[in-house]
């Protein structure tokens, strides 16, 4: 495939008092050491997207691009220097820092995947930041482990669904939070052995009569802020709970006394800014644990709707209104 010197993007651009994503051009990226650059079918939409949209961008390292986008898929056509495991050709997706909104992406050489089975490039897309997002808390900080139980807080988001999905594919009783009976019952389809309405059920009394008064021993919860207490009676002892989003705020009240008593863990989490060589780390155990199971269709990747990358606005709307059941993609290539 022949590489042209400029692309089609979007951008994070400031319009009166706020910003926007806007259709833009910019010269096409070169791989460097490491790195391999990908000619991009589809992109991942985010939360992080929506956030960052807000701020108008986000840190950057010296010589990266500001265009957003954390995730893509699409065909490897140029390799940098000491790239081994990858060649021009291959069909991948790929874990981004920054420039997935855009028809040619930069990515780290161990943070891409092969593309699981016959999923197709939309499906691929709706991969990486997800899975690695999921792996890295549930399954490597918070140590899931066979025979445990695991709640997510957030069950038809992105993250929800693939969520249940891995935990349930690997043998653990899962169970979910969502509004409405329709995505409970979703929930409960995807593998949760008990999707929880939050809007008419107290979800920490659920737990804890559901598992004989002993509660999950992990939490996923992308919601926060008044969740933290109820959080806290839903864990088991030694539980462990992990914060990656904050849709009802982030402040709340800590109960210490009961953190001391259960000897429990809280932290929060961002997968961004963690170093190249732990997000391989992430990379590698996916591939080996988690890709049989979508290759051979036991996992979903869910994805609700494609939007064009000229329509990326939009996508983001629908993504901040919460409309979505599972993943948004950009479609780059038609």
Known sequence: MSVPQEMNAV????????????????????PGAGEVLIAVEAAGVNGHD???LHRGGHALEPGETDLPGLEVSGEIVATGEGVARWQVGDRVCALLRVGGYAEYAVAAEGSCLPIPGNLSAVQAAALPETYCTVWSNVFIDCALEPGESFLMNGGTSGIGVAAIQIAHALGHRVFAT??????????ERLGATRGIDYQSEDFAQVVIDETDGRGVDVILDIVAGDYLGKDLDALAH???????????????ELNIRKLMHKKLSVRGSLLRPRPLDFKARVVSELVERVWPHLAEGRIDPMVDRTFPLAEAAQALKFLEDRKQIGKVVLAVRT
Do not use: M, N, W, Y
């Not at 969502?178 to 929930?187: N, S």
């Open 178 to 187: 969502a509004r409405g009976p329709e995505k409970v019952a979703l929930c």
């Open 50 to 52: 929506v956030h960052q």
């Open 238 to 252: 030694e539980g462990r709970l992990v914060f990656i989003g904050g849709a009802r705020g982030f402040e709340a």
């Open 11 to 30: 951008a994070f651009e400031k319009s009166g008092d706020h910003f926007e994503a806007i259709p833009t051009r910019r010269p096409t990226p070169s």
